[in-house]
């Protein structure tokens, strides 16, 4: 009964060996196919407008804040106020 649970146990081992390197390979099949569809994209029309898109919308975002803050003056008793009725409601619901 040991010896075959040895044999067992080598078995196993093998088995879960040859699984890993099968996983391990079905991976950098599919890294690789993801590479080709990725490379075959941006060569195609619809991949240079996106990246052109990308390109618009990166020059955009630079222009837009000049130095200016992001929260104004005028926008934070405002935000307060929300906060202040979220806290009423929630206190009401508890």
Do not use: D
């Not at 000049?66 to 206190?91: D, H, N, R, S, T």
């Amino acid at each position: 009964m040991g010896c075959f649970s040895c044999i067992n146990g080598t078995q196993k081992k093998q088995r879960k060996e040859e699984e890993r390197q099968a996983s391990a390979e079905a991976r950098a099949r599919a890294a690789e196919a993801a590479m080709r569809r990725e490379e075959e994209f941006k060569k195609s029309a619809h991949g240079r407008a996106a990246q052109a898109q990308l390109q618009q919308m990166a020059k955009q975002s630079a222009n837009t804040n000049k130095g200016e803050p992001v929260l104004k003056v005028l926008f934070l008793p405002q935000l307060c106020i929300w906060i202040i009725k979220l806290y009423i409601l929630f206190a009401y619901l508890a």
